[in-house]
């Protein structure tokens, strides 16, 4: 199975951190954020690495280089413009190829262990979720018995920006830029969504204050 990282945003509200450095790149424990993922990928049996990116995406490129000093083989899409996650990943699909393939967002830090989904049963997604942090109270969706559904009116649990998609899933869409969540949605109504609730630690680095948080984790960690 191949993975995604997910490396396009600008990192707008970890300003003035990111006018410079692309957000993947910013640092916690002294390590940028993306390298977490391409050794914990690596350590899973992970070989190859897709890695899209827009904004200064080219010291990503540097510091990465092709994935071999972390025992990996690394493809780049790179995007002249944010083109959203759905269609990121559409863009990226020549390089994916046809099997479902593990994503993760590159803005978040966590110790689940990515092995877990490397051989996991999917329709059309397979979703991490996890406990609802306090900025986002409500959630995303809901988690009956393996499957994942629209949130509803009581607060669901987050998504986690860990997933495991069949290219399926874009089979409908037209190239640009468009979101990811409606593409999910549509499969959840017709049951093709599984999902797994995630207890670990996991932190969305959006704001000084998370990235503040990852900090603190790692040095207990220590």
């Given amino acids: 199975m191949k993975a995604m990282i997910l490396a396009a945003g600008k990192g707008e509200?970890?300003?003035?951190?990111?006018?410079?450095?692309p957000k993947p790149l910013v640092?916690?424990?002294?390590?940028?954020?993306?390298?977490?993922?391409?050794?914990?990928?690596?350590?899973?049996?992970?070989?190859?690495?897709v890695i899209n990116h827009a904004w200064l995406g080219a010291q990503i490129e540097d510091y990465l280089g092709d994935g071999a000093s972390f025992g990996?083989?690394?493809a780049w899409s790179a995007e002249g413009e944010p083109l959203e996650t759905g269609g990121g990943?559409?863009?990226a699909l020549p390089l994916l190829g046809d099997d479902p393939f593990l994503l993760v967002n590159g803005d978040i830090w966590t110790d689940y262990d990515f092995a877990g989904l490397r051989d996991i049963p999917v329709a059309l997604a397979h979703l991490v979720l996890v406990d609802n942090p306090t900025h986002h109270p409500e959630g995303d969706f809901r988690l009956e018995e393996g499957r994942v559904g629209a949130r509803g009116e009581r607060p669901g649990l987050t998504y986690s920006?860990?997933?495991?998609?069949?290219?399926?899933?874009?089979?409908?869409?037209?190239p640009g830029a468009f979101k990811l969540a409606p593409l999910l949605l549509a499969a959840m109504a017709e049951g093709r969504v599984s999902g797994e609730h995630?207890?670990?630690?996991?932190?969305?680095?959006?704001?000084?204050?998370?990235?503040a948080e990852v900090e603190r984790l790692l040095a207990e960690l220590r």
Avoid: K, M, N, S
């Fill in 13 to 21: 509200r970890l300003r003035p951190l990111t006018l410079h450095t």
């Fill in 27 to 49: 640092r916690a424990g002294g390590v940028p954020l993306i390298e977490y993922h391409v050794r914990a990928l690596a350590a899973a049996g992970f070989r190859e690495l």
């Fill in 72 to 74: 990996v083989r690394i």
């Fill in 89 to 91: 990943i559409q863009r």
């Fill in 161 to 174: 920006g860990i997933a495991v998609l069949d290219p399926a899933l874009f089979a409908a869409c037209r």
């Fill in 198 to 211: 995630f207890r670990g630690r996991w932190v969305d680095v959006g704001t000084h204050e998370r990235l």
